[in-house]
C-alpha cells in the first residue's frame, strides 16, 4: 500500500462546478498536509499549507483535513477552465521530509 | 524573478553515460531539493540540502550524487546513467529544512536509451 493515495482522474467538470479532489495516507505521524496544482510541462506550484486537523481557505480554494479518517480535500468553487492541471497533495511528520500522492488529472470544460 | 531555474530542459543520453543537471534559485533560500517524477509514482525525494554545506539522502538516492556549491546551487549528477532513470527531474527550494517546498522548477526531461 502506498503512503499517499489519489484517484488519478481524470476528472471532467463543467466550467463553475464545485471540484473535491481527495487525498488517502496511512501513517498516523502526517501533521503538515499541502496541496500543489501543476500545468503540464511545468513544476508544482503550492496552493495550500494547513497543519494539522481542521479547514484552511484561500478564495475560491479550501482544504480540509481530517486526521481521524487519514482524508485530505481540495475543493475548488466556481471552477474554470484556468483551473485545468493536476493536482498534487503532499504530507510529512514531524522531521520527516514530504510525501507525495501522484496527482489527479482535472479537466474543467468550457 | 526567475525563482527556480533548472538546465537543460531536455535531454537524452546512452546508457553509461553521465551528466549533470543544474539547479539554481534566487530567492536566498536555504534548503534545496531534487526530486523526480515518473507515472503514477508522484514525486520523489532524491537528495536535498538543508542549508549550505550541507546534503542528505532522500528516498531513492541510489545512481544520484549531489553538490551543494553555494547557497544558490545545487547541481545533481549520474555517474553511469540507467534506463530506469529515466523521469522528469525536479529542482525546489524552500525557506529552510522542514519548510514546503515553495519553488519548483520547471524540470528536466530525461531520457536514458
Known amino acids: 500500500q502506498k503512503e499517499v493515495e489519489q484517484d488519478p482522474g481524470p476528472l471532467s467538470v463543467p466550467e463553475g462546478a464545485i471540484v473535491s479532489l481527495n487525498c488517502t495516507y496511512s501513517?498516523?505521524?502526517?501533521?503538515?498536509f499541502m496541496w500543489y496544482r501543476q500545468y503540464s510541462r511545468k513544476g508544482p506550484e503550492l496552493l495550500m499549507y494547513?497543519?494539522?486537523?481542521g479547514n484552511k481557505e484561500d478564495g475560491r480554494f479550501t482544504a480540509q483535513v481530517d486526521k481521524s479518517s487519514k482524508y485530505i480535500s481540495l475543493f475548488i468553487r466556481d471552477s474554470q477552465p484556468s483551473d485545468s492541471a493536476t493536482y498534487l497533495c503532499?504530507?510529512?511528520?514531524?522531521?520527516?521530509?514530504?510525501?507525495f500522492g501522484p496527482g489527479t488529472r482535472l479537466s474543467v470544460l468550457p | 524573478n526567475a525563482g527556480v531555474t533548472q538546465t537543460p530542459k531536455f535531454q537524452v543520453l546512452k546508457t553509461g553515460q553521465s551528466m549533470t543537471l543544474q539547479c539554481a534559485q534566487d530567492?536566498?533560500?536555504?534548503?534545496m531539493y531534487w526530486y523526480r517524477q515518473d507515472p503514477g509514482m508522484g514525486l520523489r525525494l532524491i537528495y536535498y540540502?538543508?542549508?549550505?554545506?550541507?546534503?542528505d539522502k532522500g528516498e531513492v538516492p541510489n545512481g544520484y550524487n549531489v553538490s551543494r556549491l553555494n547557497k544558490r546551487e545545487f547541481s545533481l549528477r549520474l555517474e553511469s546513467a540507467a534506463p530506469s532513470q529515466t523521469s522528469v527531474y525536479f529542482c525546489?527550494?524552500?525557506?529552510?529544512?522542514?519548510?514546503?517546498?515553495?519553488?519548483f522548477g520547471d524540470g528536466t526531461r530525461l531520457s536514458i536509451l
Open positions: 525546489a527550494s524552500s525557506e529552510g529544512w522542514g519548510g514546503q517546498p515553495q519553488h
Open positions: 501513517n498516523s505521524a502526517f501533521q503538515y
Open positions: 494547513t497543519y494539522s486537523s
Open positions: 503532499a504530507m510529512r511528520g514531524y522531521g520527516q521530509n514530504f510525501v
Open positions: 530567492m536566498n533560500h536555504n534548503s
Open positions: 540540502s538543508a542549508s549550505e554545506g550541507t546534503t
